[in-house]
């Protein structure tokens, strides 16, 4: 079946301006979680969506939103991009919440933002 | 919320036996412990989840003694193909659990 698929693939903003990444999980995949992957900072989480509600939320600034819809697939939109904010963005998704038993998450290739 | 340490690197030959370990002094009691293999580029990969005991797969196992701060992935006989960073995670299931990735290992293998 088909995997984790996040569009698009590469980016490249102005600071100031906002973006949208979208992921699509796999299908039957009820939660979607996002990550920040940085040279620095290695992986961070985001948040996490479960059945289109939030249910975990990482350390981030209210600038990095996020919501999931009823078909599962999940958007990350960032207001006011700054420079730090470039990075690879992750997609992963799971039959059940992660951290739990058969919450073995599946990784999309990413999104390459580049802020400058 | 349960912080991970692993080493920032490790060397190792091809045919040989790696163990990569991981600390995690704060893991709650629901929390379960999952590794996934990265290649420069890609997303993470899954490689094996467990609980408690030992956990068995095709392609590693996971080591996790009664206490559970602690862990270690093994691989048995690596090849040159698993050169990648190896991540260890804990996760939390309750609500406002965060998931944490540990740095990371860079594993080398080397003919």
């Known amino acids: 079946k088909a995997g984790v698929t996040q569009t698009p693939r590469y980016l490249i903003k102005t600071r100031g301006q906002q973006v949208t990444l979208s992921c699509s999980p796999i299908?039957?995949?009820?939660?979607v979680s996002w990550y920040q992957q940085t040279p620095g900072q290695g992986l961070q989480f985001l948040f996490e969506?479960?059945?289109?509600?939030?249910?975990n939320k990482g350390n981030f600034p209210g600038r990095f939103s996020g919501r999931q819809f009823s078909n599962s697939r999940s958007e990350m939109n960032v207001s006011t991009l700054e420079l730090g904010d470039s990075a690879l963005y992750l997609c992963?998704?799971?039959?059940?919440?992660?951290?739990?038993?058969?919450?073995?998450?599946?990784f999309g290739p990413g999104t390459r933002l580049t802020v400058t | 919320l349960a912080k991970t340490t692993q080493p920032i690197s490790m060397d190792s030959y091809e045919g040989q036996e790696v163990n990569i370990t991981c600390s995690h002094n704060?893991?709650?009691?629901?929390?379960?412990i999952t590794w996934y293999q990265q290649f420069p580029s890609q997303g993470p990969r899954f490689i094996i989840q467990?609980?408690?005991t030992k956990v068995t797969n095709e392609v590693a196992s996971l080591f996790i003694p009664a206490d559970r701060k602690s862990s270690t992935l093994s691989l048995p006989r690596v090849s040159l193909s698993d050169t990648a960073v190896y991540y260890c995670?804990?996760?939390?299931?309750?609500?406002?659990?965060?998931?944490?990735f540990g740095q990371g290992t860079e594993l080398s293998v080397k003919p």
């Open positions: 992963a998704s799971s039959l059940e919440l992660a951290g739990t038993g058969d919450s073995e998450q599946y």
């Open positions: 995670l804990v996760g939390g299931y309750n609500q406002g659990g965060k998931l944490i």
């Open positions: 467990g609980y408690k």
């Open positions: 704060n893991i709650a009691t629901n929390d379960y």
């Open positions: 969506y479960f059945s289109e509600t939030q249910r």
């Open positions: 299908s039957g995949h009820r939660s």
